[in-house]
């Protein structure tokens, strides 16, 4: 078979892992019998320097033609000056805006080998296997008005979270059909004690709720939330959630698995439907982790993040399920066999670098 990816690689150590995932690819389509047309451009801050927007047109055409979108990482020192109209995070939300990549799935799953690089206690590590679903077009990064002001008492900032019921009710569909394939379990996080959108948010989950009689719906606060990923992360099966939730969350999630470098996301324009001669949903595959400006060109990247995140490409996007697996059965064989990047290594053990271990990972894909 043959597919079009588009390859935005971004700032960073973005290019870095993302070789690898294009790597991982190409082995797989060696394999398999497949072609891969890889198309690349730019985004995020280089895509600044060169054309002075986040996101060229040409660029967002090109992820528009594509079966699939591999994403690196965007931002920088460089373009971190808050009094700057143009921001690199602008090129990620006009793709996903662009796109139509409205749910973003986020797996969190404990590898056994690498319980020792959390900081967590390996006893609450026992058996975690999450995925948080998080609305990713809605809420407080695209509401309106959205703006900076000064008057003759001082500066001032607004921003505003807005939901319609239509963007809740997709999003919890995508929660409760993923739980459904999977322990039957949803949470659903909000604000509902301090915030309108919450409470919309929860009458439209009870309202969902009905369609899924086989799911189980608990509620729970964000700040609950929060404090029960580190204490008992194992309760959790998929929760769903708003944008700004949905950010911090997964990020605090990544402390579970010991780095940010080991998971990757899939955001998509809902779940695939009907397996591979069904609907395909356009999807965007990203590592979780940005771009990492401290450690760009010394090798020390984690490139397991990215090249999940290209198994996630073939099973959502391409319905290529048995390849899909057999690049997570080769991350998980090269961790088996001890092979760490400096971000997950035990002190005093051998490390490689992202090369070194993305060939590792690509030579073990069957």
Not at 60 to 89: C, H, M, S, Y
Not at 119 to 131: E, R, T, Y
Not at 320 to 343: F, I, K, N
């Amino acid at each position: 078979m043959r597919f079009a990816i588009a390859v935005l690689p971004g700032d960073g150590i973005g290019p870095e892992v993302t070789q690898e995932a294009v790597r991982a690819l190409e082995r797989v389509g060696q394999r398999y019998g497949h072609t891969f047309d890889l198309s690349y451009a730019p985004v995020g801050g280089n895509a600044i320097d060169r054309y002075g927007t986040a996101l060229p047109e040409e660029t967002l055409q090109i992820a528009r033609g594509a079966d699939a979108v591999l994403f690196g990482a965007v931002g920088g020192p460089k373009w971190d000056d808050p009094k700057a109209t143009v921001r690199p995070e602008d090129g990620i939300l006009g793709l996903r805006r662009g796109l139509g990549l409205y749910a973003n799935l986020r797996p969190v799953k404990i590898h056994p080998n690498l319980m020792y690089a959390s900081p967590i206690k390996p006893q609450v590590l026992a058996n975690v296997d999450l995925v948080v679903v998080r609305e990713l077009t809605g809420g407080i990064y695209f509401g309106r008005p959205k703006r900076r002001w000064s008057t003759s008492r001082g500066r001032r900032g607004v921003d505003t979270m807005k939901y319609t019921e239509q963007e809740v009710r997709r999003i919890l569909r995508v929660g409760f059909e993923l739980a459904r394939r999977r322990r039957k379990h949803l949470t659903s996080v909000d604000k509902a004690n301090v915030l309108e959108t919450s409470r919309l948010w929860r009458e439209v989950a009870v309202e969902v709720a009905q369609e899924y009689p086989d799911v189980t719906l608990e509620h729970l606060l964000v700040d609950t939330a929060a404090m029960q990923l580190v204490r008992s992360p194992s309760r959790f099966d998929v929760i769903v959630t708003e944008n700004l939730f949905g950010d911090i969350l997964t990020d605090e999630a990544a402390v579970l698995a010991g780095s940010m470098g080991m998971l990757p996301s899939a955001s998509l324009a809902g779940l695939p439907v009907g397996g591979k001669a069904g609907r395909r949903p356009k999807g965007l595959y990203e590592p979780i982790h940005g771009s990492a400006p401290d450690i760009v060109g010394q090798g020390k990247a984690n490139p397991v993040a990215a090249i999940l995140s290209a198994a996630f490409l073939l099973r959502y996007s391409l319905g290529l399920e048995q390849e899909a697996q057999a690049v997570e059965q080769a991350v998980d064989a090269t961790l088996v066999q001890g092979h760490r990047t400096p971000d997950i290594a035990e002190e005093g053990r051998p490390v490689l670098s992202t090369r070194e271990m993305g060939a590792a990972i690509i030579e073990r894909i069957q």
